[in-house]
């Protein structure tokens, strides 16, 4: 119970620290890198959510791929 909770919170910081250093970072580098932080953190939040399908097609898809992509053309540009 309690293990969850500090779970929850640590999970809900780390998505919404992700999601302000996506808008208010300069370097689209690590804008990027704070967006995969965020997907983490939302993928976290589906676990405790008894979501695993959501949260292994969040990190699958969203933190594996697209963001490998996303950051293989900021580092091309």
Do not use: P
């Not at 309690?2 to 620290?17: D, M, P, R, S, W």
């Not at 689209?28 to 939302?42: P, R």
Request: aromatic share 16%; no cysteine; net charge neutral.
């Amino acid at each position: 119970m309690f293990f969850e909770q500090l779970l929850f919170f640590v999970a809900g910081i780390a998505a919404l620290g992700g999601a302000f250093g996506v808008v208010t970072l300069r370097n689209q580098f690590y804008s990027v890198l704070s967006l995969i932080a965020h997907l983490l953190g939302l993928a976290v939040l589906f676990l405790l959510l008894r979501a695993e399908f959501l949260a292994a097609a969040q990190v699958v898809v969203y933190a594996g791929a697209v963001m490998v992509l996303y950051l293989f053309v900021v580092a091309y540009i």
